[in-house]
């Protein structure tokens, strides 16, 4: 069993309400901390390790 694509987990967060969008980050980086994960950079070189770029999709696309 496949779970959702990033599109379709993309399209319901773009539903929630901005409080449960925020509330959803301060929920997952949570449980990041508490699975001793390091956090995830913000910007600089570090920020895109795969190489990707933070860049806004079109609709359908």
Avoid: K
């Avoid at 069993?1 to 539903?15: A, K, T, Y």
């Avoid at 901005?18 to 929920?27: D, G, W």
């Amino acid at each position: 069993m496949q779970g959702p694509s990033w599109r379709e987990v993309s399209e319901i967060v773009e539903r929630m309400a901005a409080r449960q969008r925020a509330a959803l980050i301060n929920a997952l980086s949570a449980f990041n901390a508490a699975g001793g994960e390091p956090s995830m950079p913000t910007s600089g070189a570090d920020a895109y390790p795969l190489g990707w770029e933070d860049t806004a999709l079109p609709h359908g696309g």
